[in-house]
Structure formats: structure tokens, C-alpha cells
């Protein structure tokens, strides 16, 4: 038999500051959210006046059951009972916000008083979270503003958004495929004046109960047609909510404040909604009376991994097992994907890239770029690529109900385009005076081999032929080049050049692991003894140690012999001169500069005579190391080094473009700068 409990405060709550009684402190301009334990049977009474209350339990504690709630302004006289339910939204488990642990919160009007009653079923941390929305903001509601096209959208800063509360920076997943349509489950009884107070209450419930790092709803809907901006980051980005488990990646969640079992919401409300959904899926090019196919990050009715195939506007409970959005407002969903569908025709729909990026350079890897699209009905179009100073590159128009494009990188003329961002622009018209634009952007590169790239996500990889090589290990990039010429660079990067597989130490490095020391030469890791380093001239203290994972992805070579030195070998003689081995020779450099861009951590002392050094004279110097950014002494032109040439910036907005910075460029000599043979400009 369940017990079923009255709960209580144990000790009253009395708060002053400076002398201050408790009702004066309520006035805030910001709503403040108090925590109250339930230890003990009896009536609780809030530390001030509340208008939204919910119930919530230790994360990992089970959640107690049949929880009804009712509210008093005096203690004596009590609203009915309503049941709270237990909260089911919530955010994917990508974005690190915490697993619901509450009920959904309850908007009950103005209270002092509460009595809850549940069945505990072992919940540990019961506790009553009543929230004060605080004052509204100086900002007149009247004076919404949004981005042009968008219907009135009361922002943040309008609806008084305490953004010091916010935890982190938004997460974001390009792009938006649907939208999930949900109710708030809280009453329909609300004057219009209350509904900024309502969207403060339910984000500082989500933020402080919750332990979410925003409102999860990224918009809210009152029944008075009044339009909130919900979840930070951009009201036309993809910003991930914390509005649908499991299924907030890719998507966009709308709220509509209210209960809609049994009623639905006003025409109002409605006609708000449409507009709105027709804006934002406008937006990202989605078709409201279309499917897509979803991931699930995981939740009790999808496992994560599983493919679902959705109508791009749903409803909540079409991916969980939930009322939401109430019976009516979920039934009104088939009429609003049509509605919508012929609000703002002609539209322009998934316009898709072949490539985020492209480098036309002729070697057959993404050359070009290619668009595609279609439209909501038969329309005139016109195509153009621009780029970021406006210029046009490319332009193409037709007619029907899509269009497929292909831009060769190239001018009319045949010059290929520079490195910078681009933007396909398309224009749809109806032929009744009715006009649509779409802006897609993209990149054009020219990165030449020996550019380190540094996604956000500390992914780092090296240009080598053409292809990406990932070092494997901090160690292994610092003996390939300095940190301070690693920058920057788009997630993309890894999808546009072709993997070159895992990056290994360079030659010339002496290693050791548990297994034994080792010289890498001609890319193989060489076993060397004691004796043969004291005997070509290494010294034990340029031994790096290092892990089996950084040797491995360097093959195993012969034993070193101490006979001669292989490649990659630095050596020295007694006036000065300085050489590596390079193909079995010595190589010489003729300056201390363009050994430094070597990153040798080991310089040897050449045999007997220096005999190895007078042969070095008679091979062709060493120019600069690949990635190595260099500017002739009295000159302003900026070259980069990439196999073995060097290559002209034509300005410095494709230097800075690419993510290089002054601080690394070397000046150096006329006969240092002529080492390295000219290549094709960047």
C-alpha cells in the first residue's frame, strides 16, 4: 500500500538584509527562484509571493508519484488540487545539460502557500521550487523587434531575460530539418500582461531546477498571439534546445503556453504559430509539408542511433511517449502543415552544396561546386556566386520547379577565383510579382601543403600532398612544426582533402618508448644503440621520450650502423658550417634562420677532418622548411613555404583570410629568400 504524504517546510523561512522585511526584498527586477526542502507533514510557506511552483528530486533519485499541488494567498482558504506531471522534455545527452529531474512547473497566479501530496516510492531530495518572475522590464512589449521578414518576436531583452544566469554558450547543429510543436502544460487562465512573467518563471525553472543551461524552448507562443523568443544564440540559427529528448539536434521547438487536451488553443494563438513556423522554416529552406529522417540521441521510445523518418513540423509526442501537445493542438497539425506550406509562396526549398568547400587547383578534388534545389511551385530563377566584396563570378537562370547548377572556381575569363568566402544567391519569382531570396555560403581555398589546421574541437591535422596527415600526438606535431604556426580552421576541413592517414615523427628525431631508443629516418623508426649515438655524435640529452602510440604510426627499419648518418642527421664543423642528410647527402644550411625552420632539436659534430661538411659545399643548400612564412628584407610581400617553393600572397586579406598572423613571419636575406624556387600565387 502506498502512503500518501502531506509535506512541509520544517523550519519558516525569514530573510532581511539591511533591515529590510521579506516583502520589500521581492521586488526584483530579474524573477528569483526559491528551493524548499519537504522534510516534514504540514502546510509550507514561501519565503515571499510566487506565481509558478513545481516539484523537483535528487538527479538519479527515483521520482516520486501521484504528485497534486494546490495554493493559498493566506493559508486559509485553497485553490482545487491540480496533478503535476513529471517533466518530459529534456536536452540531448551531447550538450552535457542535466537529465529532467522535476515536474513541469505550474503557473498558479499569485500564492504565498502550498500543500503537495505524493508517493514518495523512495524519491530522495524532495523539494518545493516556487519562483517569483520579478518585474517586468523597462522595455515597452509594443517595441518587439525581429529580423526582417519574421512576424513581431518579443525578445530576451524585452521579456526580461536574466542573462547572468545563463550557464553556457549555445550549442549549435546545421542545419535545422523540422520543428516539434509542444504546449507548456501550465494553465490556460493567464492575462496577456502575465505572459512575459510566465516565459522568466519557466526559464529561471529550467535554468535553476532543471540545471539546464538556458530555457529549453528555443520559441514560446502565449494565446494572445504574442511571440517570445526563447533559447539564447540566434532566432534563425540552429540552436539546440533542451525542448524534446533526444531529438533537439537538427531541430527547432515551439511551446505554446497553455494546456490543450480537452480545448485548443485561440485563433490568436494559432494564426501566431503559423506565422512563425512559416518564418523559421522560410529560414532554413525546410518544406513544412515534408518528411525528414532524424537521429535519436537517445530516449525511453528511441534508442540512440535510430533512424526515424518525421513530418518536418511534429509534435511532440510523435517521438516520445507524451500528450504534448495536448490532443486538439496535435490534431490541428495536419491543417497548419498546409497552411504554412502557402504562407510567403514562392518558397525555396533545401538548396544543397556538393561541397561546403572548394579548391579549384585542378587536381580533382572538389574543383567545382555544385547547387541544387527545388521550389514550392513553378517559378522564374536566377543564379549568381559572389564574393565577399560583392564581385560576381558566376550567374545562370531558368525556369521550372528546381534548378541544378555547377561553378567551375573560374571567372568568364578563366581566372580562379581567390581564397574567400563565397555565397550562392538565388532569386524565385512566380511571375505574379512575388519574389523569394535564398543565400548560401561557402569557402573557396588554396591552402598550400604545410598549413597546420586546428579545428575547435582541437582536431589537428597537417597539409602533405594534398592530403591531411594527423599527428598522433602533441610530441609528434611539435617535431613536425611550432605551435606558433599552428591557426584556426572550419570542422569541414577534414571532408574537403582526402585523409593522408596518421602523421609519425619527422626525420632526424631520436626517440625512446619501453621497447628501446630509436632514430627516425626515410620515415622509419631505426633502433639505435648507446654505443652508435656516442659514435656518430648524439647526444643522450636529445632523446625525446615518448609513448608506443606516438612511434606507431612509423614503420620499423633497420638497425642503425655507425658507419654514416641517415637521413635527417644534423651536423656541424669546427668553422661553423652547418648540414643535414637529405637522400644519403649533406645538405648545407647557409643560415641559422633557415636551420631553425627544421625544428632540429640534435645538431652532431661531423667526423674526422669535417669531411662530411667540405662534401656538403657541393650540394645545393636547404631552403626553408614547408609552413615556414618568410618576407624579403625591405619588402611588404609575404610568401609561404610549401614543398620546398615559396607562395606569393596577393594580399593580405587572403593571409589573414587563412588564418596566419604577422607574428610568425621571419624577414630574412635576398640570398635566404632566393633558396626557395617560386611558386603559383595564393
Known sequence: MRTVRRISLVVPIVLLLSGLPVAQLRTKPHAVLDSLAMRAPGHIKAPGDFRMVGVSWDAGSPAPTNIRLRTSTNGSRWTHWTKLDVSDVGPDRTTGEAAPHATEPLWVGHARFADVRFD???????????????????????????????????TRAQWGADESIRKKPPHYADPTQMMFVHHTATTNSYAKSDSAAIVRSIYVYHVKT?????????????????????????????????????????????????????????????????????????????????????????NPRYPQGTKVTLNTISGHRDVYDT????????????????????????????????????????????????????????????????????????SKSGSGISLSATWNGKNAAGVVAPHDYYRFVIKASNGHGTMNTAQIQFAVWSFPDG??????????????????????????????????????????????????????????????????????????????????????????????????????????????????????????????????????????????????????????????????????????????????????????????????TKHMFRSMHEFTLMGYKTSNVQTVTAAEFALNPNGSSI
Open 120 to 154: 514518495d516510492g523512495g524519491a530522495q531530495g524532495v523539494k518545493l521550487d516556487v519562483v517569483d518572475p520579478g518585474a517586468d522590464p523597462t522595455t515597452p512589449i509594443a517595441t518587439a523587434s525581429a529580423s526582417p521578414g519574421a512576424p513581431a518576436i518579443i
Open 210 to 298: 532543471n540545471g539546464w543551461d538556458d530555457i529549453g524552448y528555443n520559441f514560446l507562443v502565449d494565446r494572445y498571439g504574442q511571440i517570445f523568443e526563447g533559447r539564447y544564440g540566434g532566432m534563425t540559427r540552429s540552436v539546440i534546445g533542451a525542448h524534446t529528448l533526444g531529438f533537439n539536434t537538427h531541430s527547432s521547438g515551439v511551446s505554446v503556453i497553455g494546456t490543450f487536451n480537452s480545448v485548443g488553443p485561440p485563433a490568436a494563438a494559432m494564426s501566431a504559430l503559423q506565422r512563425l513556423i512559416a518564418w523559421r522554416m522560410n529560414a532554413s529552406f525546410i518544406n513544412p509539408a515534408g518528411h525528414t529522417t532524424m537521429t535519436s540521441g537517445g
Open 323 to 394: 500528450d504534448c501537445p495536448g490532443q486538439i493542438l496535435y490534431n490541428a497539425l495536419p491543417g497548419m502543415r498546409s497552411t504554412v506550406a502557402a504562407l510567403g509562396d514562392p518558397k525555396i526549398y533545401n538548396p544543397t552544396l556538393s561541397s561546403p568547400v572548394i579548391t579549384p587547383n585542378g587536381d580533382g578534388v572538389a574543383d567545382a561546386e555544385t547547387l541544387t534545389a527545388y521550389f514550392s511551385s513553378s517559378v522564374n530563377w536566377s543564379l549568381s556566386v559572389l564574393d565577399s566584396a560583392g564581385t560576381s563570378w558566376f
Open 451 to 644: 598549413t597546420v589546421f586546428v579545428r575547435p574541437d582541437n582536431w589537428v591535422g597537417i597539409l602533405m600532398n594534398g592530403k591531411l596527415r594527423h599527428p598522433v600526438a602533441p610530441d609528434v606535431l611539435h617535431s613536425q612544426y611550432p605551435d606558433s604556426e599552428r591557426f584556426g580552421a572550419p570542422a569541414t576541413v577534414n571532408s574537403v582533402y582526402p585523409s593522408g592517414g596518421d602523421l609519425g615523427f619527422r626525420d632526424g628525431i631520436l626517440a625512446k618508448d619501453g621497447t628501446g631508443t630509436y632514430l627516425i629516418a626515410d620515415g622509419q623508426r631505426h633502433p639505435i644503440s648507446s654505443a652508435t649515438m656516442i659514435a656518430l655524435g648524439f647526444s643522450p640529452s636529445a632523446v625525446i621520450s615518448t609513448t608506443s602510440k606516438s612511434l606507431a604510426p612509423t614503420p620499423q627499419g633497420s638497425t642503425v650502423a655507425s658507419g654514416s648518418y641517415p637521413n635527417g642527421s644534423a651536423i656541424y664543423s669546427s668553422n661553423g658550417g652547418e648540414a643535414m642528410y637529405v637522400s644519403g647527402l649533406p645538405h648545407p644550411f647557409i643560415t641559422k634562420k633557415v636551420r631553425s625552420s627544421y625544428q632540429i632539436t640534435d645538431i652532431q659534430r661531423a667526423g674526422p677532418a669535417d669531411m662530411d661538411v667540405t662534401e656538403a659545399q657541393a650540394q645545393t643548400p636547404l631552403g626553408f622548411h614547408d609552413g615556414s612564412l618568410i618576407e624579403q628584407s625591405g619588402t611588404s610581400t609575404i610568401y609561404v613555404i610549401a614543398d620546398g
